[in-house]
């Protein structure tokens, strides 16, 4: 498989009242076309740092780019103009963001956002649809996110849909532009553990069918295992480990992974 | 004699009036609809369910903020509803809240927010030592005392909201979601501190959780909570071993797990139409199941 997305050795710092702190260290990390992969670590890691300088959304300053290289296909992110990068990010790669809520606009039906993305999206991608195109898209994405009524969910405002159907909203969204690569930041954290299996699997299901690569970012151990089958570990902004799920959640290397993962609850009771 | 149990909720309800645009009365949220449990002292009772199901309003009728609508809620075999909740009855249940940053006040020092319940109370004898006391029994320096909360981590936090909780020397903890804002590794201290604390003090924990797998380590008995009622209940370890009801077994089937052992345990759910079926879908079709049994 080649690589789509690789991440070298990116350095990122931050000066607030002109104190600067290196929040992340030396970062690599690849995503495969088509893989599922995950980059876990403890709040305050540097997990969404690494999020926002993948999609360009760094805000610089107070943040800094000190070294390092994103690939994407083969082209640097951080060197492009930045007409060519607007075009790739929320096209080729789109976000899941974690907080539906603030996430969507409460004044407007979710076809009226949805179809203002896509807008964007064909203008960016020189495509030509009507206002018909669009709706006929809108519904076909909505379905796609497996609601139950689409045509009533497209006239619907935020707050008449639960969390977990926000949340698909979201999902829908990254899916409009049709993109090789979908990035979720800590996806169905704030919903309850039955909602939160169901949006999990959806997510699963729409890469594996679609061919899509997944950067899925959490800080949940067991979310990683259900949804990954290759992980990176990430401590104070450093990838303290990496490799297949199954044999780091069997034998980490690292103490930092071994503690992790000795501090995760089991369902079957204490040490198994 | 056996000695009664240290909380015991006898048939509990709480109606909340449902209003629509201009406070008219609509209907009502049956938000706890006939909850019964009893938690012997020095034992850890979980109760779990999702957001919604009424664990709040539990708790927040054990402490006396909200009065029942019906049922009895009884403290060492004592009713603490007919008169308004004295003083007494406050100081035998303390809780601790999900958010430490926000159950503190951030002008108070941390030595004068566990002051506060020690003036309130009367406390004789040394306040200032107690409160000394109090940091030690919650593994942190006595200099924290002078500290403000936003110098302090989440997790120190959450130690300085259980040491104003053990101030008054409280019989009861409620716990609603003390861990659920913590990394796994300080929820983890946080665990073990109050287990330690519960053995040292002898004190009786409600440790309210949508964590199912924390629940299996920490509690003895856990009550599953589904729209206000507990739906099944027992011995932690039987109940997650051998679930009964459909929606502690989609509960169960939910929780995202770190090895094959623990996959091996979770029930099978069947999908619908290839999606993890909501519990609503799961009741209804168990409804169908029956009443086709009844027609056969
Ligand atoms: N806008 C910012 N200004 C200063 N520091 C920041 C900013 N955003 C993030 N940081 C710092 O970068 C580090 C990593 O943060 P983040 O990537 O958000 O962590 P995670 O997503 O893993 O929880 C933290 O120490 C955080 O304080
Ligand atoms: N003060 C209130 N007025 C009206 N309805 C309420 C009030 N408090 C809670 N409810 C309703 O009662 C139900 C249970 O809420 P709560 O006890 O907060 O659940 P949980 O803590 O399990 O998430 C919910 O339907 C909620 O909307
Ligand atoms: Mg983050
Ligand atoms: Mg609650």
Redesign the interface.
Known sequence: MSVLLSVEGLSVSFTTYGRRSQVLHDVSLAVPEGAQIALVGESGSGKSVTMKTIMGILPVPPAKVEGGRILFAGRDLLTMPERDRLRLRGTAMSMVFQDPMSSLNPVFTIQDQLGTILKYADRRLGRDRDRRGRRVRILEVLAQVRMRDPERVARSFPIMLSGGMRQRILIAMALLSEPRLLIADEPGTALDVTTQAQILKLLKDLVTENGLALLMITHNLGVVRQTCGYTYVMNRGRIVEHGATQAIFEAPAEDYTRNLIAAVPRLTGRNG | MTASPVLELRDLHKVFPLRGTFGRVRGEVRAVDGVSLSIPKGQVYGLAG??GSGKSTIARMIMGLTRPTGGDILLDGVSILGRQASLAHRRKVQMVFQNPGASLNPRRTVGQSIRVPLDAHGFPGNRQRRVAALLEMVQLPRHFAERYPHELSGGQKQRVAIARALAVEPRLLVLDEPTSAL???V??RI?ELLEDLGGELGLTYLFIS?????M???AQTVGVLYRGRIVETGAV?QV?GAPQHDYTR??????????A??EA??PAIPLIN???P??EDLLALRQQARSKERQA
């Open positions: 999702e957001s990394d796994v590794s929820q983890a665990i949508h964590d199912l797998s924390l299996r380590n920490f370890a997650f989609l509960l169960l089937a939910s929780v995202p797990v770190i090895s052992e623990e345990m979770r290839g999606e993890i909501t519990a």
